[in-house]
């Protein structure tokens, strides 16, 4: 029910977005972050957006990236901008609701230096 798109590979410096969409389920009033998991790494909080608008994130992607909500599209966005090898994973996104947690498939990102 949550649907991740918007992987690739980029060179290091590059941008990319990725866009959460839902179906079944909304957005508007809950929180969703976004979390990636690099190979032989545990999954990790990129950042994640409250039900209020209110914003978190990684200290290590604090001031590159930026999550957005579009309540008419029913989506959640994470612009990635200056990025680096380091930040290569798969990302997924994710909410909590009705008592269990919803993740998106992944998708991957790659960047190379």
């Known amino acids: 029910q949550l649907q991740a798109s918007g992987g690739g590979l980029v060179q290091a410096g590059g941008s990319l977005r990725l866009s959460c969409a839902a179906s079944g389920i909304t957005f508007r009033g809950y929180t969703v972050g976004w979390y990636r998991q690099a190979p032989g790494m545990q999954r990790e909080l990129v950042g994640s957006m409250t039900g209020a608008g209110r914003l978190n994130y990684a200290d290590s992607v604090t001031g590159r990236f930026t999550i957005s909500r579009n309540n008419a599209k029913n989506t959640v966005d994470l612009q990635m901008n200056s990025l680096k090898p380091d930040d290569t994973a798969v990302y997924y996104c994710?909410?909590?609701?009705?008592?269990?947690?919803?993740w998106g498939q992944g998708t991957l990102v790659t960047v190379s230096s």
């Open positions: 994710h909410t909590f609701r009705y008592g269990r947690h919803f």
